[in-house]
T-cell receptor, first 114, second 112 residues
Framework: EPEVTQTPSHQVTQMGQEVILRCVPISNHLYFYWYRQILGQKVEFLVSFYNNEISEKSEIFDDQFSVERPDGSNFTLKIRSTKLEDSAMYFC????????????FGDGTRLSIL | GQQLNQSPQSMFIQEGEDVSMNCTSSSIFNTWLWYKQDPGEGPVLLIALYKAGELTSNGRLTAQFGITRKDSFLNISASIPSDVGIYFCAGRFQGGSEKLVFGKGTKLTVNP
């Protein structure tokens, strides 16, 4: 069964550094998402992306964050000048259609900021 | 506000027992989804619901989209040890938003 893949599985970074989290969505999906889950808490929406532009973002997704689809298969989340509170699991998801079809999630990247 | 209240927070049951968990909101949803998350992994879709009153099964799992469109429940029948994990409800609010809003999860422990 097709799945969303994310790399790396674990990223350790010094505070203030930039990180790029990578995702390969399911191949026929057109809508892409990033969510985060702080340890022990619920999954929170960050951003949705369709047709090479952001379609929706949360208040968490400030100027520190950016997303990009650099080629036909990858979807990335960049976090500039990381802070301790950015430590979390970051999940990528994709769906065939944005407002009805279910979103399928990858296994996440655990980001640890030191 | 755009909050989902999921209960119970945790459940400890014996293998073979049935389980029920639910989510409620003060807002109207147009989609309800139920996911299961195992440690160190991402949420895995169990059941998707699209219409008020819809009742859908997936093996031993059954979920319903409430008539008022503000709630949903998930039942697991005849639980087995591999049912252990955290179950999340998630929904899309009426109005065309793409984002999923998640509940806080129900942690299920099954004693063999």
């Amino acid at each position: 069964e097709p799945e969303v893949t994310q790399t790396p599985s674990h990223q350790v970074t010094q505070m203030g550094q930039e990180v790029i989290l990578r995702c390969v969505p399911i191949s026929n999906h057109l809508y892409f998402y990033w969510y985060r889950q702080i340890l022990g808490q619920k999954v929170e929406f960050l951003v949705s992306f369709y047709n090479n532009e952001i379609s929706e973002k949360s208040e968490i997704f400030d100027d520190q964050f950016s997303v990009e689809r650099p080629d036909g298969s990858n979807f990335t989340l960049k976090i500039r000048s990381t802070k301790l509170e950015d430590s979390a699991m970051y999940f990528c998801a994709s769906s065939e259609e944005g407002r009805v079809q279910p979103q399928h999630f990858g296994d996440g990247t655990r980001l640890s900021i030191l | 506000g755009q909050q989902l209240n999921q209960s119970p927070q945790s459940m400890f049951i014996q293998e073979g027992e049935d389980v029920s968990m639910n989510c409620t909101s003060s807002s109207i949803f147009n989609t309800w989804l139920w996911y299961k998350q195992d440690p160190g992994e991402g949420p895995v879709l169990l059941i998707a619901l699209y219409k008020a009153g819809e009742l859908t099964s997936n093996g031993r799992l059954t979920a319903q989209f409430g008539i008022t469109r503000k709630d949903s429940f998930l039942n697991i029948s005849a639980s087995i040890p591999s049912d252990v994990g955290i179950y999340f409800c998630a929904g899309r609010f009426q109005g065309g938003s793409e984002k999923l809003v998640f509940g806080k999860g129900t942690k299920l422990t099954v004693n063999p």
